[in-house]
């Protein structure tokens, strides 16, 4: 069964400074998608970013990018020049590839960071 | 554009009795998943609809179901409600099955 885990309960950066989340999962599958949601106070589940497995480039998407490291099954979150609004609950998420579609999204158990001013 | 609305936001029940939650997916989207949230399990997938389809189901015992309907709109119902089902209850549309998810607000369901 696939799995994925955050080391990390809880992080603090100070606000415009980096810091990274990590993430590690376990699958057999080779085709796969990754995610980053975050999370915020208000509940909403807002999508950071996505990576295709079959992609060796990282994703990047303004201040977020990601570290994916296939063969380590790894797949870390850097956030940079942080800012007060990043501050929520990161859940690191896996979605095989399965058939012609894809199968259920598996969670990870959430990183809360809070950014200092 | 409308994002994924859940209703309602709040909700209280009694033990034993059943419950009804509401999702309206972003306009075009076909495909609804619901999900759990404790802070013990952390996110756990209930099921997923896809034209008015179960196609996926997590481990959940057969008090939780739901539904689809023609204009995609999902329901689910707890039946027999106990105090471990007190939750937030995600829901989360898809374009289709092989895109990404966009989630609602939630509804928090307290069992007293």
């Known amino acids: 069964a696939q799995t994925v885990t955050q080391s990390q309960p809880e992080m603090s950066v100070q606000e415009a400074e980096t810091v990274t989340l990590s993430c590690t999962y376990d699958t057999s599958e080779s085709d796969y998608y990754l995610f980053w949601y975050k999370q915020p106070p208000s509940r909403q589940m807002i999508l950071v970013i996505r990576?295709?497995?079959?992609?060796?480039q990282n994703a990047t998407e303004n201040r977020f990018s990601v570290n994916f490291q296939k063969a380590a099954k790894s797949f870390s979150l850097k956030i940079s020049d942080s800012q007060l609004g990043d501050a929520a609950m990161y859940f690191c998420?896996?979605?095989?590839?399965?058939?012609?579609?894809?199968?259920?999204?598996?969670f990870g158990p959430g990183t809360s960071l809070s950014v200092i001013p | 554009k409308a994002g994924v609305t859940q209703t309602p936001r709040y909700l209280i029940k009694t033990r034993g009795q059943q419950v009804t939650l509401s999702c309206s997916p972003i306009?075009?989207?076909?495909?609804v998943s619901w999900y759990q949230q404790t802070p013990g399990q952390g996110l756990q997938f209930l099921f997923e609809y896809f034209s008015e389809t179960q196609r996926n189901k997590g481990n959940f015992p057969g008090r939780f179901s739901g539904r689809q309907f023609s204009n995609s709109r999902s329901e689910m119902n707890v039946s027999t409600l106990e105090l471990g089902d007190s939750a937030l209850y995600l829901c989360?549309?898809?374009?289709?099955?092989?895109?990404?998810?966009?989630f609602g607000q939630g509804t928090r369901l307290t069992v007293v």
């Open positions: 998420a896996y979605r095989r590839r399965w058939k012609t579609s894809y199968d259920k999204v598996i």
């Open positions: 990576q295709e497995a079959y992609k060796q």
């Open positions: 989360a549309s898809s374009l289709d099955r092989v895109s990404e998810a966009f």
């Open positions: 306009s075009g989207h076909r495909s």
